[in-house]
């Protein structure tokens, strides 16, 4: 037995960072296992020639201005991690490859602003988006009210002055705005942001989806200026400041138990002694590879078995020689998506033949010092939602890639009139496999377990502590209570951080 | 509550039973999985370890000796190889006396036979290559040697590349060229190829025959031998400059691939400049950073200074000597200590340290550090050399 910790963090990702920086600013020992050689999980980055590519965040959402932080700008306020940030100039812009009703929209970010366009694009459309905000409005304020309860609901209460939240919040998206009578064309316009849960309107809770694209609409959404790396390197630092431990390439290759609980994690450099285990990785994982079976319980075994595995990445990461001026590039993030019909999206996600989803990033509109004067860095990121990547064999995998991409590219060109394919100087293609190898995500999953409708947030918000089998082990990030995403997993990482602390107190 | 007075009524009452029933309803769904044993480990997991080993064994199976190059080329067998893109390298591990030392040498084989279990490399002896003396002074068949999965970013990708290469290699940079020449003449690379070979001398080629095989199974492969010290009929001579390129290149645009010592990056990147070649047409093989700073643009140190280096290790922490004509990583690998490095071009990153105090140099040529670890105080120790005690953070394996 080497040292003994008050808690020891498994995964150095959003959400392992930040639950280890609130247990070390509280005064806890904590010591955080990183498996990988560096901290962030797909908070990072990598360079290749002249270019420093973004791996895995498009917008932070949630983080709002000095005047109206958001929840991760107070938290990154209250842990002390100072970091220099970009603001996103607008929303989005979607296009629709084979959609009856729209065909191509930017939207920009702002309530107020928001509908305006709305009503330019679908005229008509005003009074079920006025609507539509007034609902938000109300389902923020529940959610701020079922924060501050923390798990100490009063149904009295729920009923009373949040009877609107307590309507809607059981539906998926597209039944709320049928019967907000919002037009179809809205509708659509309005689920541009589906992709980044990967679950699709028919079976995505409206509750999630809404308040999502609420705190983009009022707080806007920014980058920082020197990728997601330097959040994790910030964070890292802070951590250490505080007392904290991280020790990356070491693997937590067991998690020792005896009455019902940890007692130690086991590494190559020795076991560590601890009474609280907080997972930023899968409970298929910590459950199925990291634990003797006998240590599982059985509603435990079947809990993680009945989850639905989230959509598997792929991104293509291009430096171009050229600037976005010279290529013509106005806009920050497209969306392009066949229709939005999602469900029949999510179908074809499934496929190679099939997968047009893109949802595309051109770095130097938010960040124009990203990359050097004269060039351009952008990613395409599309997902898969069935184990096709399975079926690649070895000596195809570059083929396979590569084919990927180049559809992404074409798909671009033909849709915004912009082919940046022969200005390519830089390539990286990342797979479901890239991000199994570098993240050890199971399947190279990007968004952990589906939030399909009966897995929602909320639910699993409601379930927050029965969600405990095993006492001592709790998640963080991804597979956590608040879902994927940046935002979430960094907000998820202080709420774990918090329970554990309590479980501490309480000795649980 | 006080400023909301906008309501909306969607539904009736029924909805309240149907948020009542959102935690029954997962607790149903959770209780019904399967009590199956759990894994988190699925084939596409199985192919990144397969595809990304940290270690690979292979055993010496066949040296083939180029005196005149002061090289031997090595057959190295294994069971179930990492796949490799022609032009990538393989970080190799060597236990000499207590030290624990990686170089990164370039795969010259067919990528196709690493699925037969077999991997090839050149070997050069180099002036400050203690390493490679050691591999050529010790290795023998039948010898175990430790790698990991093959590294690098030096290969043909017609996303970005043109479709027709010349390759310029300077002495034992043959290797990349090789692997590419031998996957087009092999079918699974498609691409023409040009190589432009610089020696000193005749006697200095290496893997000669290994290079006419490939040139004469494909018109694809072409080979010209270019001698800097000796004039030969049926040879180029003198240096590799602009109109010698333009004179094997075709009249399309094409990308140039250099792999050699960093003395001809310089002289033969500038060459490329007056053809008016950009970054996009001119890749470079990383080259490994100096063993010595001496002579480095920029630096102002002492190579004689004599250090102390203390290591934060994961529950440990060490201290060892440190010279100041050697890079960082130098110090840490003679005191036995894996740091994880690949590459040893400060291009990869796999050794990325923290620094907690002291100074160091790290030359801009090998600096290829993200902005917010260049910001913060981490460095990669392959590339970088101390000007001072230093402690650092190391996460080692």
Redesign the interface.
């Known amino acids: 037995m080497?040292?003994k910790y008050d808690a020891v963090v498994i995964g150095a990702g959003n959400g392992g960072l930040t639950a280890a920086a609130t247990l070390a600013k509280a005064g806890k020992k904590v010591l955080v296992l990183e498996q990988h050689?560096?901290p962030g999980g797909f908070a990072s980055?990598?360079?290749?020639?002249?270019f420093?590519f973004e791996p895995s965040l498009h917008e932070l959402c949630d983080f709002g201005t000095e005047e109206h932080p958001g929840d991760v700008r107070r938290l990154f306020d209250e842990l002390g991690v100072k970091l220099d940030w970009c603001p996103v100039p607008d929303a989005f812009r979607t296009i629709l490859i084979n959609d009856p009703d729209v065909k191509d929209y930017t939207m920009p970010f702002g309530t107020k602003a928001f509908v305006d366009k709305m009503e330019e694009y679908v005229p008509g459309s005003r009074p079920s988006m006025e609507?539509f905000i007034?609902?938000c409005?109300?389902l923020d304020?529940a959610t701020a009210y079922m924060s501050a309860a923390s798990g100490n609901v009063d149904p009295k209460v729920m009923?009373r002055?949040h009877a609107?939240f307590?309507?809607?919040?059981?539906?998926p998206v597209s039944v709320?705005l049928d019967?907000?009578k919002m037009p179809k064309a809205a509708q659509k316009i309005l689920g541009s942001y589906w992709c980044y849960i990967g679950v699709d309107l028919e079976r995505l809770s409206f509750f999630f989806y809404a308040i999502m694209v609420y705190k983009y609409l009022i707080g806007g959404a920014c980058v920082p200026a020197?990728?997601s790396?330097?959040i994790s390197?910030?964070l890292?630092?802070r951590i250490?400041e505080l007392g904290g431990e991280?020790?990356?390439?070491?693997k937590a290759e067991k998690i020792l138990m005896k009455d019902g609980r940890p007692y130690a994690v086991r590494t190559a450099?020795?076991d560590i002694e601890t009474r609280h285990v907080i997972c930023c990785?899968?409970?298929?994982?910590?459950?199925?590879?990291m634990m003797d079976?006998a240590d599982?319980p059985?509603?435990q075994?079947?809990?993680?078995?009945?989850?639905e595995f989230g959509m598997?990445g792929f991104v293509a990461y291009v430096g171009l020689?050229r600037s976005p001026e010279e290529l013509g590039l106005k806009d920050y993030s497209y969306f392009i998506y066949n229709s939005m019909d999602t469900a029949d999206e999510c179908r074809r996600v499934g496929a190679f033949e099939t997968n047009d989803v893109q949802a595309t990033i051109c770095l130097n509109i938010a960040n124009p010092h990203c990359s050097p004067a004269g060039t351009t860095t952008m990613s395409f990121t599309t997902f898969f939602n069935s184990?096709v990547?399975?079926s690649?064999k070895?000596?195809d995998?570059?083929k396979t890639k590569?084919a990927v991409?180049?559809h992404m590219?074409e798909v671009f060109a033909e849709q915004t009139g912009v082919d940046i394919?022969p200005?390519?100087?830089?390539?990286e293609i990342a797979t479901?496999?890239?991000l199994?190898?570098y993240t050890?995500n199971?399947?190279?999953v990007m968004y952990a377990y589906a939030g399909n409708e009966?897995?929602?947030l909320?639910?699993?918000l409601?379930?927050l502590s029965?969600d405990v089998k095993v006492p001592g082990i709790r998640f963080a990030g991804a597979y956590g209570p608040r879902f994927y995403g940046f935002s979430s997993t960094y907000v998820c990482g202080e709420l774990i951080g918090k329970l554990t602390m309590a479980d501490m107190k309480e000795d649980k | 509550?006080a400023d909301?007075n906008?309501?909306?009524s969607?539904?009736g009452f029924m909805?309240?039973l149907?948020?009542k029933?959102?935690?029954p309803?997962?607790?149903e769904?959770?209780?019904?999985?399967?009590?199956?044993?759990?894994?988190?480990?699925?084939?596409?997991?199985k192919?990144?370890?397969?595809?990304?080993p940290k270690h690979q064994t292979l055993t010496v199976k066949e040296i083939r000796d180029y005196p005149g190059a002061g090289a031997k080329g090595y057959v190295l067998e294994g069971e179930s190889l990492a796949?490799f893109?022609a032009g990538q390298y393989l970080p190799v591990e060597l236990e000499i006396g207590g030290s624990v030392l990686h170089r990164a040498y370039t795969l010259c084989s067919d990528p196709?036979d690493a699925?037969k279990g077999r991997y090839e490399l050149g070997i050069k002896r180099t002036e400050d290559g203690f390493a490679s003396a050691w591999i050529l002074d010790n290795w023998k068949p039948g010898d175990q040697i430790t790698v990991a999965g093959p590294e690098g970013?030096c290969y043909y990708?017609?996303?970005?590349d043109e479709a027709y290469v010349v390759g310029i290699a300077g002495g034992s940079g043959i290797t990349p060229l090789l692997s590419m020449a031998r996957a087009i003449a092999a079918g699974t690379e498609d691409f023409d190829l040009t190589i432009l070979y610089g020696c000193r001398r005749e006697e200095q080629i290496m893997f000669r025959e290994e290079l006419e095989a490939a040139a004469a199974a494909t018109e694809r492969v072409k080979v010209v031998y270019i001698l800097s010290d000796e004039e030969r009929p049926g040879y180029e001579h003198g240096f590799i400059t602009a109109a010698l390129i333009e004179k094997y290149a075709p009249k399309a645009s094409y990308s140039v691939f250099m792999c050699g010592p960093e003395a001809m990056y310089r002289f033969v990147g500038g060459e490329c400049e007056k053809l008016g070649l950009?970054?996009?047409h001119v890749r470079c093989e990383a080259v490994p950073a100096p063993a010595s700073p001496e002579g480095l643009r920029g630096y102002t140190g002492d190579v004689s200074g004599e250090y102390t280096l203390t290591l934060r290790l994961?529950?440990e922490e060490r201290r060892v000597p440190m010279k100041g004509g050697e890079s960082v990583l130098a110090a840490i690998e003679r005191a036995g200590i894996r740091a994880?490095t690949k590459c040893r071009a400060g291009?990869c990153?796999?050794c990325?340290a923290?620094l907690l105090s002291g100074e160091y140099f790290a030359p801009e040529a090998f600096d290829?550090?993200?902005?917010?670890?260049a910001?913060?105080g981490?460095i990669h120790p392959c590339s970088t050399y101390p000007l001072s005690d230093m402690t650092l953070?190391l996460?080692?394996?």
Request: net charge positive; proline share 6%; hydrophobic share 40%.
């Open positions: 080497t040292a050689n560096t980055s990598f360079v290749r020639g002249r420093e609507k007034s609902l409005e109300d304020r009923q002055e609107n307590l309507k809607c919040a059981p539906y709320v019967a907000l020197q990728r790396h330097s390197v910030a890292t630092d250490l991280i020790w990356c390439s070491t450099k020795g990785c899968s409970p298929h994982a910590v459950f199925g590879d079976a599982v059985e509603v075994r079947r809990d993680t078995n009945a989850r598997r020689n184990d990547w399975d690649v070895p000596e995998y570059v590569r991409a180049a590219f394919r200005y390519i100087e830089e390539i479901p496999a890239t199994a190898r050890l199971p399947k190279g009966w897995d929602s909320l639910a699993r409601m379930m029965e | 509550m909301f906008f309501k909306v969607l539904f909805d309240m149907k948020f029933k959102i935690v309803l997962r607790r769904k959770l209780a019904g999985g399967e009590n199956t044993p759990l894994t988190g480990t699925f084939p596409i997991n192919m990144a370890e397969y595809l990304h796949p893109r196709a699925a970013q990708e017609p996303l970005r950009d970054k996009k994961p529950g994880n291009e990153g796999f990325r923290k290829h550090r993200r902005a917010a670890d910001a913060h981490y953070l996460w080692a394996e």
